[in-house]
């Protein structure tokens, strides 16, 4: 059991790893970085700009993920699980934690931007091999 845990924890690891290029990726689809100063001026907006509050759900769950696997060195299935889930609620709409604000920003862009349609496709590949689609014995 305790080597199943481990490899949740590596799982979702990559689960957000995967989840800062997905944010990457909509920054680049949204605004084309330039210079230093304007990446400033981006943070800035990203944090203040209501324009931008769509994008901080995202970066919420990025940040409750982190603290979460800082944490806890051990997952638990379950915990895996709710994690999983609040992935497929923000990105994919799925299930009742779904956030209609982020997908009405965010769908649009996934049919313009190449790069952040394959990160998508990869973050959904990985959290489908997540519980409670994975057996864990």
Known sequence: MAEATNDLH????AVSRALQELHKQILEAERPH????????LLDR?????DWAWLRALSKLIA????????DMVLTPAEAEAAAGQVRALVFGVG?????AFLER???????????ASAHGALKQMV?????????N
Do not use: C, F, T
């Not at 330039?34 to 001026?41: E, N």
């Not at 409750?64 to 944490?71: P, Q, R, S, V």
């Open 10 to 13: 590596r799982d979702l690891e």
């Open 34 to 41: 330039g210079s230093s100063r304007d990446r400033i001026a």
């Open 46 to 50: 990203l944090l203040n700009d209501p």
């Open 64 to 71: 409750d993920l982190d603290e979460g696997l800082d944490k």
């Open 96 to 100: 009742e934690a779904r956030d209609d």
């Open 106 to 116: 965010y769908r649009p862009l996934l049919q313009k931007s190449p790069g952040l």
């Open 128 to 136: 489908d091999a997540l519980p409670p689609h994975r057996l864990i």
